[in-house]
């Protein structure tokens, strides 16, 4: 476990440690203690360079909404997207050989074959999660990122007496 310690300093606001990485500011400020805080064991590196996210709920023909995440990415309704199913979450890629398109009301519609393997369906409520150096958007059920949340930090969700 790592420790975020604010270590008081004439003048200056509180130091934050990072295990050896350190950060100062100055400021005025006369608080010290201890903020326990748990980073993974290693930060994994990765290509995404930015993640923009927004959520949606998916209706009962499968549209999916969400124009201004599409904006961000220059998707429009000119672009193919090539919709696949990888580890039960549906991927969207910008792709000449897609069959799915963006129309012009905003709206992408999932099709039923990618809505049943991943287990959508009406009404539910998705994270769409954008890598826009990727050029790709992975749909995420909100039930699944609870789980993520809650195996990632289980005790900050227990209640306390």
Same mark, same amino acid.
């Given at each position: 476990?790592?420790?975020?310690?604010?270590?008081?300093?004439?003048?200056?606001?509180?130091?934050?440690?990072?295990?050896?990485?350190?950060?100062?500011?100055?400021?005025?400020?006369?608080? &010290?203690?201890?903020?326990?805080?748990?980073?993974?064991?290693?930060?994994?590196?990765?290509?995404?360079?930015?993640?923009?996210?927004?959520?949606?709920?998916?209706?009962?023909?499968?549209?999916?909404?969400?124009?201004?995440?599409?904006? %961000? /990415?220059?998707?429009?309704?000119?672009?193919?997207?090539?919709?696949?199913?990888?580890?039960?979450?549906?991927?969207?890629?910008?792709?000449?050989?897609?069959?799915?398109?963006?129309?012009?009301?905003?709206? %992408?519609?999932?099709?039923?074959?990618?809505?049943?393997?991943?287990? %959508?369906?009406?009404?539910?409520?998705? /994270?769409?999660? &954008?890598?826009?150096?990727?050029?790709?958007?992975?749909?995420?059920?909100?039930?699944?990122?609870?789980?993520? %949340?809650?195996?990632?930090?289980?005790?900050?969700?227990?209640?306390?007496?």
């Amino acid at each position: 476990m790592h420790d975020i310690r604010r270590e008081p300093d004439r003048g200056r606001e509180p130091v934050l440690q990072f295990d050896g990485l350190l950060h100062t500011r100055k400021r005025r400020a006369k608080t &010290a203690g201890t903020v326990p805080f748990q980073f993974p064991a290693e930060l994994p590196a990765t290509p995404i360079d930015e993640l923009v996210h927004a959520t949606a709920a998916l209706d009962n023909r499968g549209r999916l909404g969400n124009k201004s995440l599409f904006r %961000l /990415l220059s998707w429009t309704s000119a672009d193919r997207l090539q919709i696949t199913v990888e580890g039960q979450l549906p991927v969207i890629r910008r792709s000449q050989s897609g069959r799915s398109l963006i129309r012009a009301n905003g709206y %992408l519609y999932l099709p039923s074959a990618v809505r049943r393997d991943c287990n %959508l369906t009406a009404g539910e409520r998705v /994270l769409l999660a &954008a890598a826009p150096a990727l050029d790709v958007v992975v749909v995420y059920p909100l039930q699944a990122v609870a789980g993520a %949340l809650w195996a990632y930090r289980r005790h900050v969700w227990e209640r306390k007496p």
